[in-house]
């Protein structure tokens, strides 16, 4: 769970409210469609989709169909601190982007759901490579909960990506693997670096 859990809460709310903003923008001004500005996969002119695509939603009940894994798997990913939440999820971001980007479906790609899909696998494995009880038995929990969830990677109703949320999930899965290598790296420097003799409480 989050060391600050208040902080944690607040950073992903910001993050939900800009999303909503974002939305009341795109009904509000309609001389701009901000939607149009998602992955058109394989076209140059698509690709800067990848930045805009998890800020953007069809409509509110697309918006509001999201807003609930991303604030409660949002705001788990927050255990680590804000910048391993903030490296996790561009490197989910990223991935699924990309990944939808290269073999997406023809169509405009939008929506948060590849975020909460990578955040998902990521608090599903992490605690694997880690080799941490404390995540698995989280991991465990939220598979309970949310293990359903995971059928979306897979080619489902038309106008869904499932793309991207299959690569989504593989960002998370990437993201686990990378922050675990890192917090191992970092024990070991930090036990090499500890004068002879040294014992800690």
């Known amino acids: 769970m989050p060391a600050k859990p208040a902080r944690a809460a607040l950073v992903v709310a910001v993050f939900v409210a800009v999303l909503y903003t974002l939305e009341l923008l795109d009904v509000l001004v309609t001389a701009v469609s901000l939607e149009s500005n998602g992955i058109d996969p394989r076209s140059v002119?698509?690709?800067d989709g990848v930045l805009w695509a998890p800020l953007l939603h069809d409509d509110w009940g697309h918006l509001l169909a999201n807003t609930v894994p991303i604030?409660?798997?949002?705001?788990?990913?927050m255990?680590?601190?804000?910048?391993?939440?903030?490296?996790?999820?561009?490197?989910v971001w990223l991935f699924s982007g990309v990944g939808t980007w290269l073999v997406g479906a023809e169509g405009n790609h939008i929506g948060a759901s590849g975020l909460a899909f990578g955040w998902l696998v990521f608090l599903l494995v992490r605690g694997f490579f880690a080799r941490s009880f404390a995540q698995v038995v989280v991991a465990l929990v939220l598979f309970f909960y949310w293990g359903?969830?995971?059928w979306g990677v897979l080619p489902g109703p038309p106008g869904v990506s499932w793309e991207a949320h299959l690569f989504g999930a593989f960002g998370g899965l990437l993201a686990a693997w990378l922050v675990a290598g890192s917090d191992r790296s970092r024990r070991t420097r930090t036990h090499r670096t500890r004068p002879p003799g040294t014992m800690s409480a």
């Open 148 to 150: 359903g969830m995971l």
């Open 45 to 47: 002119t698509g690709l």
């Open 71 to 77: 604030l409660v798997l949002g705001w788990l990913t």
């Open 79 to 91: 255990a680590g601190g804000v910048r391993q939440f903030i490296a996790v999820t561009a490197v």
